[in-house]
């Protein structure tokens, strides 16, 4: 239960950090920013979930 919650808090920041960085960068919209933040993140977190099965 406990180590859910935090995979599920460190998926939150790092979603929330690519956006930030994307957004004063790059000068995206915030709405975009955080729609390829999270694409960038469900690979990520995918990537390492079958890195991790291996």
């Not at 939150?12 to 004063?24: M, Q």
């Not at 995206?28 to 999270?38: G, N, P, Q, R």
């Amino acid at each position: 239960m406990l180590k859910t919650i935090a995979i599920e808090l460190i998926k939150a920041l790092t979603l929330l950090g690519i956006a930030y960085l994307l957004f004063k960068t790059f000068n995206f919209s915030l709405i975009a920013a955080t729609l390829i933040s999270a694409i960038i993140c469900s690979i990520i977190f995918v990537l390492v979930k079958n890195f991790h099965r291996q």
